[in-house]
């Protein structure tokens, strides 16, 4: 379980977003989003204008709160298990008219 840092012990720095024009984008997209996975809030850019952003999904507001210890996440059940066939003597239509009586 994740706990919040220390009592006077700043979290780490957040990295400094970064601008990328679409054809530097279209070039290097793995990298770019490498970045994004990382943390880093990119602008794309169209004839020096900002246009769209991408950044990462690991800093949503519920990794955060969990990060902060203030939510705990669910515990992992593992797979479902896969329910047994059973027996029966009647027809689905025959049990579904006896379950209506």
Do not use: F, K, N, W
């Not at 990298?31 to 004839?47: E, F, N, P, Q």
């Not at 955060?64 to 992992?76: D, E, K, M, R, Y």
């Amino acid at each position: 379980m994740r706990t919040a840092p220390p009592e006077g012990v700043d979290p780490p720095p957040r990295p400094l977003p970064i601008e990328v024009g679409v054809r530097a984008l279209r070039d290097d997209l793995s990298r770019y989003l490498c970045l994004a996975a990382d943390g880093v809030d990119i602008t794309i850019t169209r004839y020096g204008r900002p246009v769209a952003r991408i950044s990462g999904t690991a800093s949503s507001r519920l990794d955060q709160l969990i990060a902060a210890g203030v939510v705990t996440p669910p515990p992992s059940l593992g797979p479902r298990p896969v329910p047994r066939p059973m027996a029966v003597d009647a027809t689905v239509s025959d049990l579904v008219a006896e379950q209506r009586r």
